[in-house]
């Protein structure tokens, strides 16, 4: 457990450092993968196996998917000249810096939480299945929607305006 | 340190550096990225609360983390989908170039 620990903590930390320092487009959706396949094994420790494929068939599979897509669509692939960044990345990084030192020392100072024992029994994938189609339908038919609509709009937008020509040029 | 406060410790690293990425990164999609980033560190927030926090409804937050994949996914669909139809337009991704509406 504790190995298991280190090394997904290692490996998803190591991973989102490479996704967002590294120059060429294509690396960092690599290591979004590992970092992603590293969530996916924390959930499994913490024992939540069934988001645990969740988290590799959406992230990985699709979203991962995606990005590499954007990136071939809009040539950015060999775009490996120019800045990483905006000019005053100190500050970026100073805010983000900030930001993770306070939440880090509020959990380190807080109270802990009262433990009550052993938490109840892990829910089975048949016990999420029920409750998915009792208590929370509502939420999942919405959910449905949403994607529908948002895939739709993605569509939309992708969309070459005009027919077969060039979308419009900007005005100068 | 207890296991819970391991696994936040971690998510807590893992925001910041999607935090430092999304503000930083000059190209559309990697900001994308470090939102995603941001949104997996608060899902293995509610993860370990729901594991260690004591009692409560048995599927609660496997329900919420399930839920807010979801929504991610829609959200980086539509996201890319705008990135690409910037790039149509201005045949860039770069943020500091799309600054038309800038006085």
């Known amino acids: 457990m504790d190995a298991a620990f280190s090394i997904f903590a290692l490996l998803l930390l190591a991973g989102a450092v490479a996704a967002m320092s590294l120059r060429n487009l294509i690396h960092c959706a690599l290591s979004l993968v590992v970092v992603f396949f590293s969530a996916a094994g924390l959930f499994l420790l913490l024992g939540a196996e069934f988001l645990s494929f969740a988290q590799v068939m959406v992230y990985v599979g699709a979203i991962a998917i995606l990005i590499v897509f954007a990136t071939l669509l809009t040539g950015s692939a060999g775009a490996t000249t120019g800045a990483l960044a905006f000019r005053p990345w100190l500050l970026g990084v100073g805010t983000a810096g900030w930001v993770t030192g306070v939440i880090v020392a509020a959990v380190l100072n807080g109270r802990p939480l009262p433990v009550e024992g052993k938490t109840a029994a892990l829910p089975t994938v048949r016990q999420l299945g029920e409750a998915l189609m009792t208590r929370y339908v509502l939420p999942l038919e919405v959910i449905g929607l949403l994607l529908t609509a948002a895939l739709i709009g993605a569509v939309v937008l992708a969309l070459r305006e005009g027919g077969a020509g060039r979308g419009k040029e900007p005005r100068p | ?103």
């Open chain 2, 1 to 103: 340190m207890t296991p819970l406060e391991r696994y936040l410790v971690v998510a807590a690293l893992l925001f910041g550096v999607g935090l430092a990425g999304a503000l930083t990164r000059r190209n559309a999609i990697l900001v994308l990225a470090g939102i995603e980033l941001m949104l997996t560190a608060a899902n293995l927030n509610v993860v370990a609360f729901w594991r260690h926090g004591g009692h409560g409804d048995a599927t609660a937050g496997v329900m919420f983390v399930l839920f807010i994949i979801a929504v991610a996914a829609a959200e980086t669909a539509v996201g890319l989908a705008l990135i690409i139809s910037i790039y149509r337009h201005r045949r860039t991704t770069h943020l500091d170039e799309v600054d038309t509406l800038k006085g």
